[in-house]
């Protein structure tokens, strides 16, 4: 999301003359032939097999810290600008793996934020933010061995259309009238654009031309915005999948590799179609805070927690969920305390997120250069392992994990509270027992053998984050189904069929003061047992967990990723020598849907 261009874009059209375009002689149609078309596996091979790294324009420009913007609101983006970036990028975090440098929005703007194009409604270099034009840059950051990055919104930008009559480039007969729908109806998060109506051709020439333009100009990488469904707008107007796939099919004609990254808070229920057309996906709004600092914690950081989770599941090589730009390096500016810059990196790594910071690159302090530059934290973020999810119920003290190729995990604890407090990663929650080695990934450091389970005590926003070596034996559970015959249903708790079920069924519809009890849950001893619960929800949802007569305590679980997929979080029971109760209860909440229960055979 692009805040600013609500706004913007709608005080540039006031004082743009409509049916003209301004162009300047220098940029703009010197485009080579059409080179012949490739086919998508030979384009895209290759891309995005890890999370990319680097630098943004968009932190920067985007705050109102003191300096960054002196010529006005986003003025920060010049040719200037991000050519010194690129310098400190090469010296600084390349030999990391930080190769790429996005230019965000307002490349084609001054700094009216008045839009500019070419003469065949194309956008073009403001002058004065860039007076080499983008071919230039993109040559410079090339020669430091380095990607280049850009940015475009979706659709027709108003500005562009001209009264219709704009022609296409490469594309007789066709003009800015033909790519949108008569009534004009406007699309992408700012209705800043026309929506392009691909049931004509000439539409998809449009885009062809636009993606030729940026691959001669040598662009690696286009950050698409304002995508929908997602970017806080639905509906048709606001479906904009086949712009997505326009784009994609235009990139793979030019025959140059070009990452697609979409943006902002993708629609979920499209995720099949942002892995099938693009590299890349934002899962959420801004990081950034538009405030005199790049972020807070609480605007935006904190919500990735509860937003990541869900999409766990659809990443992999190819694609990756984008949670945004990782601003730990600046101190001050950054806006954060060093327990939460850590944090935020944490979180970024596990999730296997690009790790791209919009920090000034020219002034990192030392502790925000260790953060980027921790080779075992990158390593987690850029290994084959699968993306981490949380093992304990959400809340202000968090355990995530993944089990790596090795056999080894990836676990970090987390403390989202306002106070210090003591997280424990119990090993039955990741599915073994016993002793295990452990490594402070963070600190370089391997702490010895651990017994069943580890306990830190962390700030206010604190984290750990550890690899740990089971050297023990696999833990051994009981399973109990939900929809056994012998638990007990009240309220509307009901059967349903569930092919991802580990029985082909679940027991759901626990809502409006429902219940559901596992009955003759038997263990040997007296004990705290860690249960795994498997479950189903395509949203975050809350339920109280108690055994036999307790009071239980609700616990909200994590979106599962959609209804039809099977999560698992792990709830301490206390549990006595017999047989036991274990009771999922809605309260008047909307609860998940329960698969069933693995209980260990010891405490």
């Known amino acids: 999301m692009r805040v600013m261009l609500v706004l913007a874009v709608t005080a540039a059209l006031a004082t743009a003359v409509p049916t003209a375009t301004r162009a300047t002689a220098a940029s703009r149609s010197t485009t080579a032939a059409a080179a012949p078309a490739a086919t998508t596996a030979d384009v895209t091979s290759g891309i995005a097999a890890k999370p990319f790294m680097g630098w943004s324009s968009w932190s920067m420009q985007s705050s109102q810290y003191p300096g960054l913007n002196p010529n006005g609101n986003y003025s920060y983006l010049t040719e200037a600008n991000v050519l010194k970036q690129t310098d400190a990028l090469a010296a600084t975090l390349k030999k990391y793996g930080y190769n790429h440098v996005n230019i965000d929005a307002g490349w084609w703007m001054d700094n009216n934020w008045t839009t500019e194009f070419d003469q065949y409604g194309r956008q073009t270099p403001d002058p004065v933010r860039f007076p080499h034009g983008m071919k230039s840059v993109a040559d410079h950051i090339h020669s430091k061995g380095l990607k280049a990055g850009i940015y475009l919104p979706v659709g027709l930008e108003k500005g562009a259309y001209g009264d219709g009559r704009v022609p296409i480039r490469n594309a007789p007969g066709c ?86 990254e979409l943006s902002w808070s993708l629609d979920i229920g499209h995720a099949a179609d942002w892995k099938k057309y693009s590299n890349g996906w934002r899962i959420d709004t801004d990081v950034e805070c538009y405030c005199n600092t790049l972020v807070t914690w609480d605007n935006s950081v904190k919500g990735r927690w509860d937003d990541a ?52 690159l020219t002034q990192l302090d030392s502790y925000g250069l260790s953060l980027l530059t921790n080779q075992e934290v990158i390593a987690v973020d850029q290994n084959n392992s699968p993306v981490a999810r949380p093992v304990t119920p959400m809340g202000d003290e968090q355990v995530w994990g993944t089990k790596n190729s090795d056999g080894s995990y990836t676990v970090a604890l987390f403390n989202l509270g306002e106070s210090p407090a003591s997280v424990t990663a119990n090993w039955a929650s990741l599915g073994f ?70 029985g082909g069924k679940k027991v759901g519809n626990l809502y409006l003061d429902s219940r559901l009890q596992f ?23 809350s339920v109280t967990v108690y055994s ?56």
């Open 309 to 360: 989770p869900a999409w766990s599941g659809k990443a992999g090589p190819g694609g990756w969920n984008d949670l945004d730009a990782i601003d730990v390096g600046n101190g001050a500016m950054d806006g954060l305390t060093n327990a939460e810059r850590q944090s935020y990196m944490t979180l970024w790594a596990i999730n296997k997120s690009p790790l791209f910071t919009g920090d000034d």
């Open 433 to 502: 027992t016993g002793a295990a080695s452990v490594r402070d990934l963070w600190n370089h450091k391997d702490l010895g053998t651990y017994k069943n389970k580890i306990t830190a005590t962390l700030p206010a926003h604190g984290s750990r984050l550890f690899t740990v070596k089971p050297g023990g034996a696999p833990l051994a559970t009981t399973s109990y189904e939900a929809e056994s015959a012998n638990n007990t249903r009240t309220g509307n708790a009901s059967v349903a069929a569930c092919d991802s079920c580990s």
């Open 175 to 260: 003009t800015t009238a033909d790519i949108v729908y008569p009534d004009l109806r406007t699309t992408n998060g700012w209705d800043s654009a026309y929506k392009l109506d691909f049931d004509n051709p000439c539409a998809q020439r449009y885009i062809d031309s636009q993606a030729r333009m940026l691959a001669d100009w040598g662009y690696d990488f286009l950050k698409f915005d304002g995508v929908g469904p997602g970017s806080f707008k639905s509906g048709d107007n606001y479906n904009n999948v086949a712009d997505v796939a326009a784009w994609h099919e235009a990139i793979a004609d030019t025959g140059r590799p070009i990452h697609l």
């Open 548 to 603: 036999n007569s307790g009071n239980g305590t609700s616990l909200k679980f994590p979106s599962s990723g959609d209804w039809g997929t099977v999560g698992t979080i792990s709830v301490e029971l206390a549990l006595k020598a017999g047989s036991n109760t274990v009771t999922f209860d809605s309260g008047w909440d909307y609860s998940p849907d329960i698969d069933r229960i693995d209980v260990p055979k010891s405490a």
């Open 519 to 541: 009955n003759d849950i038997t263990v040997k001893k007296d004990g705290i047992y860690p249960v795994n619960v498997s479950y189903v929800s395509g949203d975050p949802r």
